[in-house]
């Protein structure tokens, strides 16, 4: 036999290596579990593991959860989703960016033929399309094809 108090639960979430610098202890997080389809419970993130698993490249992340109802059990399955902040950035296709000296460098369209070269820093590639965090405005005139024929300029 085992006893229990479920009155508050302990989640935890595998957190890709990738990911890990977007989370912080009191992160807030949405929790969806196969149990209760439909339903979004709300969370923090309340400790963050030391180390990354070998095996899986992640990082355990904790919520815990309060539990009046003892609607939550131990070893039900859900999805954690990190609720971020939502910013507006730029996006381009991947051949948008080239490689330089261990910079990642775009082009910009100054008319007339004129390009103008510039260091950027991008944020986590999604299919074929990465944003821009920094270095560029939104619309400014990218070069997206043929960027590296502009390289050797």
């Not at 036999?1 to 949405?30: F, K, N």
């Not at 539990?67 to 039900?76: I, K, T, Y």
């Not at 051949?95 to 261990?102: N, R």
Request: no cysteine.
């Amino acid at each position: 036999m085992t006893i229990a108090d479920l009155s508050t639960v302990w989640v935890s979430s595998d957190v890709p290596e990738s990911a890990i610098r977007l989370i912080h202890v009191g992160s807030r997080v949405t929790m969806t579990l196969l149990a209760y389809p439909g339903e979004t419970f709300a969370a923090a993130v309340t400790r963050i593991a030391d180390v990354v698993d070998r095996q899986t490249r992640t990082i355990k992340v904790y919520l815990e959860m309060p539990n009046p109802h003892g609607s939550f059990r131990p070893e039900m399955f859900g999805n954690v989703r990190h609720v971020g902040r939502v910013r507006a950035m730029p996006v381009v296709p991947l051949s948008t960016l080239v490689q330089e000296y261990g910079k990642i460098v775009i082009f910009i369209d100054r008319g007339a033929g004129q390009y103008e070269r510039r260091e950027v820093t991008v944020g986590q590639r999604s299919d074929d399309v990465v944003p821009l965090i920094s270095g560029v405005q939104v619309g400014e005139r990218v070069i997206v094809d043929g960027a590296l024929l502009l390289k050797g300029q």
